[in-house]
Structures are given as structure tokens and as C-alpha cells.
């Protein structure tokens, strides 16, 4: 009895101060005027998303990813029933929605078909060769053309990189290293393309002006003399879909010993990217930027960014045709945001999304007949079978995923990744909550969801008479205008048909001396589980 007398007695005794703080404080008129119950407020708030998530949201209501797209992603990765019976759920009738289009013949898988032949009934390698058109010394060819987009550790945990690059050595992905650097956990045996950003973090130094200077002695003892050969290209990042023309802060929180030493900064402190390179300042200093990379590595180099005005992809694409320099990949990343956190600002209005930023800018390398010298890469939700179609009748090449192989590896979209409380160890770098997340595990749920994205875009692709994604034309995809419900292909909606690639067959692109990784035993590991 007396035990029940002292805790009222605490219990009330907080109350009341809690009360005589609320009331005195003056930062909060709810507080103020509404001592303790005022604070209920907030708790509602911060219960409001989970409460929505679960209990109130339909499957297709949600953003950026709705409930059915996670359950096809996490079914996917768990090798669980992704199917769904009775009927779609989704409005087919909205605006924007995709309608691949199938042949009345689909093409014919026999017994010869190359995926039996080797072993991979997911081979989907690139159809073009990275590096190929401007005579790079290492050229290649990715093995699978859906990848891991660039998520820098320091954003993402250790574990989850670890997860990402086993699972990518599993399925034949590579692994885009973000602006973070090269960290041990990037190294479990997936291929890796080393993303340079502005503040060069593992190939720069902070000088006296506090500006961060990129050095190529740094770069080349990192990527050719400690991990050789594991590097297949550099990705320039001139901009992000999450904040392009921004530039990123990673709070001293996160950045520990481990990941200051691999970005070469100090311990403990806010770490600035910077709005702009010192590399360089203009198109034509882009260029010889990019040549000078590839001349001393021997390695393909592209560049990354959000599309707005295109008066500076005009310029680049006129020097590529009259000089044959510059970039050998283009990635172009959707403005409606992505793993980094943003003002919403930006994320909500600053540069244009996926399909409006690809359409402009393929557009203008088409009009100057480049599209077959330069292997385009596209990154924006595109981690779905119609998504993948769709990006492949407009020009994409390849496909960069991040968001996606996130919800593969176990997040639940809490969108808490810019606070370093991410529930499932994803995006923090709390110990205590990484804990949770196995790699050796998450490794196969990721290789499983890009299996089965694979797998069934293959078929879809087969459905429309073709044996490779790259094959499939503008008119192979509709979508609703939502004008008196009609549909119109996305040559009509978007004012052009991309050209043919050479192609003939997946064995040629099996045989390819340049096909990067393990080729046909790349997915003998994902098959032992």
C-alpha cells in the first residue's frame, strides 16, 4: 500500500511540474494556455503517419510509395505470393496510368533460349557497352540492367550497404557508392560505380579557403590501387533528384570516426556538400573534367543530374557531336526526390520529375543522332515491371534503383531517414538499431526482389513480341490522358520514337568480352536460398 502511495505521489508530483513549466513557458501558445493536455497534441502528430499508414490509407493512396507497391517489393524479396486475385484494385482509368501494349504473337521462349543456356532464367544484361563509343581503356557491360542507385554511407547504415553489395554480388548489380566514398562495406563482392560529388569526399582535401579540392592521387589509390578492378566507372553527381542545385549537409551525429576517416573530414562535425564543383564551373570544363578522370583511369565516366532548363545539355551534347569527348553515361534523376533529405521546397518544386526530365533530355542528344554513343540511365521509381517498360520504350538503357532496395532490405517508409531514428537500421547509424538488421539475410530478400522484378519484366517484354527490354518502342506503351478516357502512346504524348539500338540477340550480349562480373555464375549464390 505505501509502494501505491509514493508512486501517486511521484506520478503527481511530475504533473505538476510539467504543469508550471507548460504554463510559464513562452514558446508554445497550446502549451501555454493549455498546460500538459496541450502536449497530447504533439504526440497525435507524430502518431498520425503510422495511424494513416495502417488504419486509414488505401493500398493505392499513399506517397511516395502506396501500400501495394510495398507489398509487391517486400512479397517479392520474401519469395511469397505476389500475385493478386480478383481483379485490379487500381484506377485504370486515372491519368497517367500505363498500358503496356502485348502482340497478338508474343515472342518464343524454346528450349534454346540463352536464359537456359546460361544457367540465369533472370539474365538481363545492358544492351550497350559502357565505354565503348569513346575507346576507354576498361570498358563494360553490366551484367543486369536494374542497379542500386547512389545512397553514400553515412546516409545509409553499414549494414544496409553490406546487404545491398552481397545481394547485388548474387544477382550481377552494381552498386553505386553515393557521394560518401568508398567504404569497406561497398567491397562483399558486387561491382561498384564511384560517385564523385562536390565535396569529393575519398578523392579530395579541405584546403585553407575551407573549400573541398578534388585530387587525383587520392582517387587513384582508392580505386585502381586498393580495390582493384572492383570500380567499373565514375558517376560526376552535378545534381540529385532529391534537392537539385542544393547542396547536402550529413549531421555531426552521423558522422562518426569511421565514416570521417573514409570521407577524409573531421570527426564529429557537420559535413557540407557543397552547391557547386571547384573542379569546374561551365560545360566545356565538364568535358575536359571527364576526360581527364577517364585518361587517368582508363575507367568510363558519367554524369548524374535533375533536368530543368536545357540550354546546358544543348551545349554538351553540340560538343559531343563535334568533338567526341564527354560523358559516357548520362544518368537523369526524377525531381520528385529520393533517399536524401530535402526541404520540401525543393523536393516539391525544383527540377522536373523522371519522365518530363528523361523525355527533354534524351530528346535533345536524338535531334544531334548521339542516343547510340551514350548508354542512358534512368533513376525515379522505376522499380516496377511497367516502370521498367515504360523507361525502356523512351530510352533508358539501364535502370538505378535506391528507395526500392530499401523497402527490399526492410523499411517500412517511416520517413525518418533525416532524423537518424530509422526503425529498421537502414538510415542511421545508431548501433542499437542496426542491430536489427542482418546483411547475410536482407542480402537475399534484395537479391529475390530484383530477381523477381527481372523476371517479370522479361515476361512483359516477351509479351510484346521482343526478347530484350532495349527492343521496345514508344508505341509499345500507352497511357490515360484522362481526356474522355482515352489512352495515347507515349510517342504522342511526348513527340518522339527513339531510334533502334544495334542489337541481335542475347547470346551475342553473353559472349560480349566486356559483360561485366561473374557472368554465368552470378546467380549461383541467391540460388542456394
Same mark, same amino acid.
Given at each position: 500500500?505505501?509502494?501505491?502511495?509514493?508512486?501517486?505521489?511521484?506520478?503527481?508530483?511530475?504533473?505538476?511540474?510539467?504543469?508550471?513549466?507548460?504554463?510559464?513557458?513562452?514558446?508554445?501558445?497550446?502549451?501555454?494556455?493549455?498546460?500538459?493536455?496541450?502536449?497530447?497534441?504533439?504526440?497525435?502528430?507524430?502518431?498520425?503517419?503510422?495511424?494513416?499508414?495502417?488504419?486509414?490509407?488505401?493500398?493505392?493512396?499513399?506517397?511516395?510509395?502506396?501500400?501495394?507497391?510495398?507489398?509487391?517489393?517486400?512479397?517479392?524479396?520474401?519469395?511469397?505470393?505476389?500475385?493478386?486475385?480478383?481483379?485490379?484494385?487500381?484506377?485504370?482509368?486515372?491519368?497517367?496510368?500505363?498500358?503496356?501494349?502485348?502482340?497478338?504473337?508474343?515472342?518464343?521462349?524454346?528450349?534454346?533460349?540463352?536464359?537456359?543456356?546460361?544457367?540465369?532464367?533472370?539474365?538481363?544484361?545492358?544492351?550497350?557497352?559502357?565505354?565503348?563509343?569513346?575507346?576507354?581503356?576498361?570498358?563494360?557491360?553490366?551484367?543486369?540492367?536494374?542497379?542500386?542507385?547512389?545512397?553514400?554511407?553515412?546516409?545509409?547504415?553499414?549494414?544496409?550497404?553490406?546487404?545491398?553489395?552481397?545481394?547485388?554480388?548474387?544477382?550481377?548489380?552494381?552498386?553505386?557508392?553515393?557521394?560518401?566514398?568508398?567504404?569497406?562495406?561497398?567491397?562483399?563482392?558486387?561491382?561498384?560505380?564511384?560517385?564523385?560529388?562536390?565535396?569529393?569526399?575519398?578523392?579530395?582535401?579541405?584546403?585553407?579557403?575551407?573549400?573541398?579540392?578534388?585530387?587525383?592521387?587520392?582517387?587513384?589509390?582508392?580505386?585502381?590501387?586498393?580495390?582493384?578492378?572492383?570500380?567499373?566507372?565514375?558517376?560526376?553527381?552535378?545534381?540529385?533528384?532529391?534537392?537539385?542545385?542544393?547542396?547536402?549537409?550529413?549531421?555531426?551525429?552521423?558522422?562518426?570516426?569511421?565514416?570521417?576517416?573514409?570521407?577524409?573530414?573531421?570527426?564529429?562535425?557537420?559535413?557540407?556538400?557543397?552547391?557547386?564543383?571547384?573542379?569546374?564551373?561551365?560545360?566545356?570544363?565538364?568535358?575536359?573534367?571527364?576526360?581527364?578522370?577517364?585518361?587517368?583511369?582508363?575507367?568510363?565516366?558519367?554524369?548524374?543530374?535533375?533536368?530543368?532548363?536545357?540550354?546546358?545539355?544543348?551545349?554538351? !551534347?553540340?560538343?559531343? @557531336?563535334?568533338?567526341? $569527348? +564527354?560523358? %559516357?553515361?548520362?544518368?537523369?534523376?526524377?525531381?520528385? &526526390?529520393?533517399?536524401?533529405?530535402?526541404?520540401?521546397?525543393?523536393?516539391?518544386?525544383?527540377?522536373?520529375?523522371?519522365?518530363?526530365?528523361?523525355?527533354?533530355?534524351?530528346?535533345?542528344?536524338?535531334?544531334?543522332?548521339?542516343?547510340?554513343?551514350?548508354?542512358?540511365?534512368?533513376?525515379?521509381?522505376?522499380?516496377?515491371?511497367?516502370?521498367?517498360?515504360?523507361?525502356?520504350?523512351?530510352?533508358?538503357?539501364?535502370?538505378?534503383?535506391?528507395?526500392?532496395?530499401?523497402?527490399?532490405?526492410?523499411?517500412?517508409?517511416?520517413?525518418?531517414?533525416?532524423?537518424?531514428?530509422?526503425?529498421?537500421?537502414? !538510415?542511421?547509424?545508431? @548501433?542499437?538499431?542496426? $542491430? +536489427?538488421? %542482418?546483411?547475410?539475410?536482407?542480402?537475399?530478400?534484395? &537479391?529475390?526482389?530484383?530477381?523477381?522484378?527481372?523476371?517479370?519484366?522479361?515476361?512483359?517484354?516477351?509479351?510484346?513480341?521482343?526478347?530484350?527490354?532495349?527492343?521496345?518502342?514508344?508505341?509499345?506503351?500507352?497511357?490515360?490522358?484522362?481526356?474522355?478516357?482515352?489512352?495515347?502512346?507515349?510517342?504522342?504524348?511526348?513527340?518522339?520514337?527513339?531510334?533502334?539500338?544495334?542489337?541481335?540477340?542475347?547470346?551475342?550480349?553473353?559472349?560480349?568480352?566486356?559483360?561485366?562480373?561473374?557472368?554465368?555464375?552470378?546467380?549461383?549464390?541467391?540460388?542456394?536460398?
Amino acid at each position: 500500500m505505501l509502494f501505491l502511495y509514493i508512486s501517486l505521489a511521484v506520478i503527481i508530483t511530475v504533473i505538476a511540474v510539467v504543469f508550471l513549466y507548460d504554463f510559464s513557458q513562452k514558446k508554445n501558445a497550446i502549451t501555454r494556455n493549455f498546460p500538459v493536455i496541450g502536449r497530447m497534441r504533439n504526440l497525435l502528430i507524430k502518431l498520425g503517419p503510422p495511424i494513416r499508414q495502417y488504419f486509414i490509407a488505401s493500398n493505392r493512396e499513399e506517397l511516395p510509395f502506396n501500400r501495394s507497391q510495398r507489398n509487391w517489393i517486400e512479397n517479392s524479396a520474401l519469395k511469397t505470393n505476389n500475385y493478386e486475385g480478383f481483379g485490379t484494385d487500381k484506377d485504370l482509368y486515372r491519368p497517367g496510368h500505363v498500358f503496356v501494349n502485348p502482340k497478338m504473337f508474343p515472342f518464343k521462349v524454346d528450349g534454346n533460349h540463352i536464359n537456359n543456356e546460361s544457367n540465369d532464367p533472370y539474365f538481363m544484361p545492358c544492351a550497350k557497352v559502357i565505354g565503348a563509343s569513346q575507346n576507354r581503356r576498361f570498358p563494360f557491360r553490366p551484367y543486369s540492367v536494374v542497379n542500386i542507385s547512389a545512397m553514400s554511407y553515412g546516409s545509409l547504415s553499414a549494414n544496409a550497404q553490406m546487404a545491398l553489395n552481397l545481394g547485388a554480388s548474387m544477382v550481377g548489380c552494381y552498386h553505386n557508392t553515393g557521394e560518401g566514398g568508398l567504404s569497406p562495406y561497398h567491397m562483399k563482392g558486387g561491382d561498384v560505380i564511384f560517385h564523385i560529388g562536390t565535396g569529393y569526399f575519398g578523392c579530395g582535401v579541405t584546403k585553407d579557403d575551407g573549400l573541398r579540392y578534388f585530387d587525383l592521387d587520392m582517387l587513384k589509390r582508392l580505386v585502381i590501387d586498393k580495390y582493384p578492378g572492383k570500380v567499373k566507372a565514375l558517376e560526376v553527381k552535378l545534381s540529385q533528384g532529391a534537392k537539385p542545385g542544393k547542396g547536402g549537409v550529413l549531421p555531426a551525429s552521423k558522422n562518426t570516426l569511421e565514416i570521417a576517416e573514409i570521407r577524409g573530414v573531421k570527426p564529429h562535425t557537420d559535413v557540407l556538400s557543397p552547391t557547386y564543383h571547384t573542379a569546374f564551373s561551365n560545360v566545356r570544363e565538364l568535358v575536359d573534367f571527364i576526360e581527364y578522370l577517364a585518361e587517368n583511369t582508363g575507367l568510363p565516366v558519367g554524369v548524374k543530374s535533375a533536368v530543368g532548363d536545357l540550354a546546358q545539355w544543348k551545349e554538351l !551534347a553540340d560538343i559531343m @557531336k563535334n568533338e567526341n $569527348r +564527354g560523358p %559516357d553515361f548520362i544518368t537523369i534523376d526524377g525531381g520528385e &526526390g529520393g533517399t536524401g533529405a530535402a526541404p520540401p521546397s525543393f523536393a516539391d518544386h525544383v527540377a522536373l520529375p523522371w519522365v518530363f526530365g528523361f523525355s527533354e533530355v534524351y530528346n535533345v542528344f536524338m535531334e544531334r543522332g548521339l542516343t547510340n554513343n551514350v548508354v542512358f540511365i534512368g533513376s525515379g521509381k522505376l522499380g516496377f515491371p511497367s516502370e521498367v517498360l515504360k523507361a525502356f520504350a523512351m530510352g533508358v538503357d539501364v535502370i538505378n534503383i535506391a528507395r526500392e532496395a530499401m523497402i527490399s532490405i526492410g523499411c517500412i517508409q517511416a520517413q525518418e531517414c533525416h532524423t537518424g531514428h530509422c526503425p529498421t537500421g537502414i !538510415a542511421t547509424q545508431s @548501433k542499437r538499431l542496426q $542491430r +536489427g538488421l %542482418d546483411p547475410a539475410v536482407q542480402a537475399i530478400r534484395f &537479391g529475390n526482389y530484383i530477381n523477381s522484378l527481372r523476371k517479370e519484366s522479361l515476361q512483359m517484354v516477351h509479351a510484346c513480341g521482343y526478347e530484350h527490354p532495349s527492343q521496345m518502342k514508344m508505341v509499345d506503351v500507352d497511357v490515360s490522358c484522362g481526356d474522355n478516357n482515352k489512352v495515347i502512346t507515349l510517342e504522342a504524348a511526348y513527340g518522339y520514337e527513339k531510334p533502334e539500338i544495334p542489337f541481335s540477340s542475347m547470346q551475342e550480349l553473353l559472349e560480349c568480352k566486356y559483360l561485366s562480373g561473374l557472368g554465368k555464375e552470378k546467380n549461383r549464390l541467391i540460388k542456394k536460398h
